[in-house]
Structure formats: C-alpha cells, structure tokens
C-alpha cells in the first residue's frame, strides 16, 4: 500500500466512517485515530483508522455488527459488506468496501495483563485457613399438642337471637 493524496472518494468514505461510528453508539467511548489513506495492490483507495479504546475487541465487534447492517440498507454496485481480518499479525480489523473506497477500522492485539491480587506483595503466602463447618442444626420443632377445634355447632343461636 502507497501514502497517496485524499480524493473526494476517500474524504467521503472517511466523513461516512464518522458518522457511521458516532451514529453506532461506539463514539461515546472509543475514538478514531491514525488515519491513513493509502492505495491498495490492486490500485483501489482505501481508508484506514486505528480505534483508540480498551478493551478494543468488543467495541470493534459491536460496530462490524452495526456497520453490515448500514452497508447493506445503502448498498451500492461494488459494495462488499464489513468482515473481521485477522491477516495482519498483532492486528484485528473490519474491512469494508463501500462506494469504490476501501475502509478499515483496526486495533492491536493487546494481551491481557495478568489479575492481579489485591494487598501488599509478600515473598511467602500463608497456607489457606481451614473454614470450620457450621454448627448442628437444632432438631424440628413440632407441635406438643392438637391446635383448638372450633365448636361444633357454628351456628348455634345466641339467647339474642331468641328474642
């Protein structure tokens, strides 16, 4: 790929990149750096952007996913829907060719950093405690005696009725 001069295709193509990653919710936390405008092998524009935010991989997944769905509502002649490339060593993208211009948004493959344990470094960890078991649960409880019956007769009269 060769550094060449912006046209009005890849300043187009770019200005679209922006808005289709604002309008994609990804803008709020992640920017667009690095930009490059280069010619691919085969004499095609292309526009490149590293994407500036960690985690890298989710925010990159999430807007391929919405971008496929935009390439696809105005898809022209041409037109190659947004795929992840993994070519490149230490490298993802999102690869797209939209109105005659190539387009990639990429990020390093930064490793995970190792978790890390909270509390001062010590050169010797102490054996794990035993956790003692919980003590013996009381028996059931039942009752010692049959609950009240009521009376037998529920409707008996009452010398008030009577009168």
Known sequence: M?????????????ARLIRDW?????????????????????????????????PPAGALAVFAARQEVEVARRSGAGDVLPALDYSVPDRTACVWREGGVWVEVW????PEPPASRPGPPTAVTAPPRPV??????????TPSAPLPRRPANRFRRTPKDLT
């Not at 280069?38 to 994407?51: F, I």
Request: proline share 15%; charged share 15%; aromatic share 2%.
């Open 2 to 14: 060769t550094t060449t001069v912006p046209t009005a295709d890849t300043a187009l193509a770019k």
């Open 132 to 141: 003692p078991a919980p003590p013996p649960r009381p028996p059931a409880v």
């Open 107 to 110: 990020h390093p493959n930064i």
């Open 22 to 54: 604002h309008d994609s919710g990804a803008g709020r936390h992640a920017d667009l750096t690095d930009w490059v405008q280069s010619t691919t092998a085969d004499g095609l524009p292309m526009m490149s952007a590293r994407l500036d935010v960690l």
